[in-house]
């Protein structure tokens, strides 16, 4: 007999994410027909291009030697939080120690901060396009989400209209900088803290998972304009900057007082990060950074590669990002929806794509293309989508 299982009201919304659904079509897909997908869908690095550097791996296994095995205390190795500390300095958030929490990634960071301030009838607002995983802490508190359209075609805030969607219950802002799911860079965060500073009770979670991965463009927080540093919280990860993204660790830095909170929520939910990967961490952020050069000379050429590439693909015209490993091509002169787009892609070409409408209504038209691969690969997409021709 079927069991019914008393599952929370809360989780009611738990469904598989939007853009992990070409990631499972183009799974199944390559599992049923034997032919190789080109993987432009994934949200992360590929192949031996962007392997951990070597002298983290090493740092790793003489961490196991030594004993860094048992639980840690949290919130987090003191050097760890030392350096990290130093790093966050770097971009003129002048930071202590006692700031900075080690997390399991920045979605970790991301979700407990959610938790942290949200609940029944506040307001929160999220960028549109943004990043839905942050969408499924809001609802499961029943927090009201607002959206807030960037404009195009820079991905910029409106100033004026997010301010008139501020009310007294409005707990949170979101931004994410360089952005996902497009690479551009939120260029006015001083102008946005301006606005901040109209709203006393407005807290900023700013997500910058992207921070080292620029291309000509310095990245900036809104934590450094004076007086932001007291109510924004900024979210980072080894992910991105390191190849790190199986390891799970990141960061947020926030002010003491929050800090405390989301200390105890790391102790009461996961015990803190592993000690051994925090000393893989500390490895990678105190150790040498030609690596992290090197991998952003490399992701730019990647970029311009793929850019290129996309830009003579029938239908599609694609601007140059600032940041991040994605494109965001404009594909309206398909004649198709970012859906049908992105379905028809797989099915007649073997390339998989996410659909723009997975980041938000804003994603209508575009779809998301991910350049963190070999040069082999994206020749053979690019092919692949003149070859498919698809326009209507
Ligand atoms: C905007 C954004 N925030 C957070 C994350 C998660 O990062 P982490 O691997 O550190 O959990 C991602 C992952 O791609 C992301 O795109």
């Not at 009611?12 to 070409?22: L, M």
């Not at 003129?92 to 301030?117: N, P």
């Not at 996902?180 to 001083?190: A, K």
């Not at 940041?323 to 398909?334: E, K």
Request: a negative charge; glycine letters at 6%; hydrophobic letters at 40%.
């Amino acid at each position: 007999m079927a069991v019914s299982y008393p599952f929370s009201s809360k989780i009611s919304h738990f469904v598989p994410p939007k853009q992990w659904a070409s990631m499972r079509v183009a799974r199944d897909l390559e599992k049923k027909t034997g032919n190789k997908i080109i993987h432009f869908e994934k949200g992360d690095y590929q192949g031996p291009d962007f392997y951990t550097p070597d002298h983290v791996l090493e740092a790793t296994i003489q961490a196991l030697k030594d004993g860094y095995v048992r639980y840690d205390p949290g919130p987090g190795l003191p050097e760890l939080r030392e350096a990290i500390a130093a790093e966050t300095s770097k971009f003129g958030r002048k930071t202590k120690a006692e700031e900075v929490i080690v997390t399991a990634g920045a979605k970790h960071a991301l979700t407990m901060s959610l938790l942290t301030f949200l609940e029944e009838g506040d307001e929160v607002i999220f960028p549109n396009p943004g990043y839905p995983p942050d969408e499924v802490w809001a609802k499961y508190v029943r927090a009201n989400i607002k959206h807030v359209p960037l404009t195009k075609p820079d991905w910029q805030f409106d100033l004026e209209k997010l301010e008139s969607m501020i009310t007294p219950k409005t707990k949170l802002l979101i931004i994410n900088t360089p952005k996902r799911p497009n690479g551009h860079l939120v260029e006015n965060p001083e102008a946005i803290a301006e606005m901040c500073f109209r709203h006393p009770n407005l807290m900023v979670i700013s997500d910058e998972i992207f921070s080292h991965v620029t291309f000509g463009k310095p990245h900036k927080t809104i934590a450094a304009v004076p007086g932001m540093e007291e109510r924004t919280i900024v979210i980072d990860t080894f992910s991105k900057t390191y190849a790190m993204t199986g390891w799970r660790i990141g960061w947020a830095v926030a002010p003491v007082p929050v800090i405390d909170k989301l200390s105890i929520f790391l102790q009461d939910s996961i015990t803190n990060v592993a000690a051994f990967i925090q000393k893989a961490a500390y490895a990678a952020i105190s150790g040498p950074q030609d690596w992290t050069v090197e991998k952003t000379a490399l992701l730019k050429q990647k970029r311009d590669r793929m850019i290129a590439g996309l830009n003579s693909v029938p239908g599609i015209k694609c601007d140059v990002p600032d940041g991040a490993f994605y494109a965001f091509p404009d594909i309206t002169g398909t004649g198709y929806t970012s859906q049908e787009y992105t379905d028809l892609l797989v099915e007649k070409a073997g390339v998989a794509v996410v659909a723009g409408t997975a980041f938000g209504s804003q994603g209508e038209g575009y779809i998301r293309v991910t350049y963190a691969c070999s040069d082999e690969d994206i020749d053979e997409g690019i092919k692949r989508m003149k070859e498919a021709n698809l326009v209507k």
